[in-house]
């Protein structure tokens, strides 16, 4: 996969698709319950203190000024938890059902409705001038940062730094580092307001440092493209521009479910035995905001529901271990019901559910596994 906007980082946690069953903590809201975690503030490490001087240097060599740098590195420093998110970040897939009950949740659809009904005028101005659905703009909002929610809280200068540094993807993140000092001399964000993921994806379309300068607009005119204030018209328009840019064409729609009032266009199926889906040209500009089917699926259908379109017709068949997603949902809810706390019930079986089942099991005396299956469906009556 190439590395375009956001492939990096991405995946169910980086698009706060943790799901009731997942249970994952936004940066924005740990800072909101009293600061960053622990592992995303600056820890001493004469390693990353060393390489940044040495970036200092090559960072003149390019067009950074000496007042740019120490404002941009002052209070900055290694976040190790960065590092640890980096690393730990799993292959693992969730399945298109899965993928599609997080990001069309009930809740996901009322604030989708919710936001475009507060932003309407913005949206169908920014649709009227790049030709990109309306709906389609708010769901890619409602799938990177909740509709504003979630845009992270990491200081992008130390998790990009501390990505460099690491190495992994140390050129990579080393463009990202250099993008951002630019914007930051450019004006368009002081330093010290230049937030993000851990990752640094930035604002309410979470645009990474190179995106931002390439695509970026400043669609209020007060000279500056904010993409961190509360108001989100510069991250809305900017995405529009970006799909634009990308070969979004006018007047024509993402998709549809086969058989559910689908245009004419290329047929897929990502979920053996799952609906199909047909499938035009702007689908593929979804796809280069993310590479994924799932997640380009994930915004066509969020825009339809949030359009005010119905859920899809065709049906998704019993998982590995034999369950349906209503058989999934009574898992959570009866163990919940008996003091396991899954943390919700929308089918999603993640770490919250596994804990859940794996403490039910050991009460129980059943073999501790943390996986659902029809057997403990049955034992939980």
Known sequence: MQLSRRTFGLGLGALTLSGCGGGA??????????GLPADLRPTPNAGYDAWVASFRSRASTRGITSSTLNAAFRGTGYLPGCVKRDRNQTEFKRSLEDY?????????????????????????????????DAEIICAIWGLESFFGERRGNVP?????????????????FEKQL?????????????????????????????????????????????????IWSEDPTDSLASTAAYLKRNGWQRGTRWGGEVGNGAPQGSIIQPQRGGPRFAVTRNFRAIKRYNNSDAYAI????????????????????????????????AVQKRLT????DTGGADGVIGPNSEKA???YQQRNGLSVTGKPSQALLRHLG
């Open 298 to 329: 994930g915004v066509g259908h969020l825009a339809d529901r949030i359009g005010g379109a119905g859920p899809l017709r065709g049906s998704f068949p019993p998982d590995a271990n034999g369950l349906t997603k209503d058989d999934r949902i």
């Open 100 to 132: 599609l009950s997080i990001a069309t949740s009930d809740e996901r659809i009322s604030k989708g409705r919710a936001a475009f009904s507060r932003h309407r005028s913005t949206l169908q101005t920014l649709e009227g001038r790049y030709g990109v």
């Open 357 to 359: 089942i794996s403490a």
């Open 156 to 172: 992008v200068i130390s998790a990009t730094s501390t990505l460099a540094y690491d190495g992994r993807r140390g050129a990579f």
């Open 178 to 226: 250099m993008a951002a000092l630019k914007i930051v001399q450019n004006g368009d964000i002081p330093a010290s307001r230049m937030t993000g993921s851990w990752a640094g994806a930035m604002g309410h379309t979470q645009f990474i440092p190179t995106s931002y300068q390439a695509f970026a607009v400043d669609f209020t005119g007060d000279g500056r493209r904010d």
């Open 25 to 34: 903590t936004s940066t924005r809201s740990a800072a909101s319950a009293g």
């Open 337 to 340: 019901a008996k003091g396991f």
